[in-house]
């Protein structure tokens, strides 16, 4: 595979590559401790938390969407874990967030009067 | 008889839970659909079609099932807003027989239109939303039965006054709500948004050109884009729109 495919696929998280070639394996943890909707919703948290690009945070929100997780849980994360992880990595994370729920927030926010 | 009239006044009645005398009026909108056509005419079928199911009489079922969809193919109609309807119930009766694919076909077929069911036609677009759904569920497609859920609650939240359907809705989520699944969201999980973006990748337009053309920001129509091409697995626009031809999603 051509450099520029893979940097494609990267670009857009897409799982089934990044687990064969990248050794990252992005399915359910081996330890079912927590169900998948939880699970899902952690690993939002988290990548917030870090700053992560938008298309991880688009990705990981559409992750728990497919897991049973409602708009208004995976929003509350973000609200939730803001104490711990700032202001600044909260806002940066709505971008991607709302991407995932098809919620266009700049078309929305500069809306015609 | 108007079959527009009859037809509603069929699903008004089914809706507030009589489902006889909602079948009689049904049957009269069939009837004159005989005489003029349309997707009225498909739509009465396919809700006749359901109300056999309910009763348990399947051969009936799939009959009027399969005449819905010949009256979309004779009318010229065959993507219209009646045919996410007719798609699920033909599903289902395959889904009855056990042909899998069958109705795995249907539901690609119904994912193609469903973006022309809002909440301007309420009822339609929760009823059919919801016998999609529980399609997707037979198959274990929980990501592509959620995504219909979500939109479900969507026209839900707008129209709230849907009768019986709210109920069922309501079994529905809770349902869902049981399984457990952490499965990759594939093409069955294409949002509205998406699948109305989906046909607009196959054209010369650039994505700014695309996103005017919606009345979206180009931002969002890149991060719409990008999920599209995680769903589909494709790496790139041409290869998605390949990937869309091949599975049935946009015309050859």
Redesign the interface.
Same mark, same amino acid.
């Given at each position: 595979m051509k450099y520029q495919?893979i940097l494609?696929?990267l670009? =857009? *998280?897409?799982? #089934?590559f990044v687990g064969d070639q990248a050794g990252l394996v992005? #399915?359910?943890p081996g330890v079912r401790v927590l169900?998948?909707?939880t699970?899902?919703l952690v690993r939002v948290g988290v990548l917030a938390a870090i700053g992560a690009p938008? *298309?991880c945070l688009?990705?990981s929100s559409?992750?728990a969407?497919?897991?049973?997780a409602?708009?208004d849980e995976i929003t509350g994360v973000l609200l939730a874990i803001a104490p711990v992880i700032g202001l600044g990595r909260m806002v940066g994370a709505a971008? #991607?967030v709302a #991407?995932?729920f098809?919620y266009? =927030?700049?078309?929305e926010l500069?809306e015609d009067p | 008889m108007i079959p527009l009239s009859a037809l509603l006044q069929g699903i008004a009645r089914v809706l507030s839970g009589d489902l006889d005398g909602g079948d009689a009026y049904l049957k009269d909108s069939v009837a004159a659909g005989e005489i003029v056509s349309g997707p009225h005419h498909a739509i009465a079928l396919a809700e006749r079609s359901l109300l056999a199911m309910a009763r348990g009489e399947w051969g009936e079922a799939e009959i009027l099932a399969s005449q819905a969809r010949t009256v979309l193919r004779q009318a010229g109609i065959e993507e219209s807003i009646a045919t996410p309807l007719v798609c699920a119930v033909q599903a289902r009766a395959a889904l009855r027989r056990g042909d899998g694919e069958a109705a795995r076909q249907q539901a690609v077929s119904a994912q193609r239109v469903r973006p022309w069911l809002s909440y301007v036609v309420p009822s339609m677009a929760v009823q059919a939303r919801i016998e999609l759904a529980r399609v997707h569920l037979a198959l274990s497609d @929980?990501?592509g039965a959620?995504?219909l859920m979500?939109e479900i609650d969507e026209v839900l939240r707008q129209r709230p006054g849907l009768g019986t359907l709210v109920g069922e809705a309501e079994a529905l989520r809770a349902q @869902?709500?049981r399984?457990?699944?952490? +499965?990759?969201?594939g093409p069955s /999980?294409l949002? +509205?948004?998406?699948l109305r973006l989906l046909p607009l990748l196959s054209t010369h337009l650039q994505m700014q050109e695309i996103a005017a053309e919606m009345? @979206?920001?180009p931002?969002?129509v890149r /991060?719409?884009g990008?999920?599209i091409?995680?769903k589909l697995?494709a790496?790139?626009r041409s290869q998605a729109v390949a990937r869309a031809r091949e599975l049935g999603l946009l015309e050859g």
């Open positions: 495919e494609r696929r670009a =857009i *998280v897409d799982e #089934g992005l #399915g359910p169900d998948p909707r699970a899902a938008e *298309v688009e990705w559409s992750h969407l497919a897991a049973g409602s708009e971008p #991607g #991407g995932a098809g266009d =927030i700049e078309a500069h | @929980l990501p959620r995504t979500r @869902l709500a399984q457990r699944s952490s +499965v990759a969201a /999980a949002t +509205v948004a998406e009345y @979206l920001s931002h969002t /991060a719409q990008k999920s091409y995680r697995g790496a790139n």
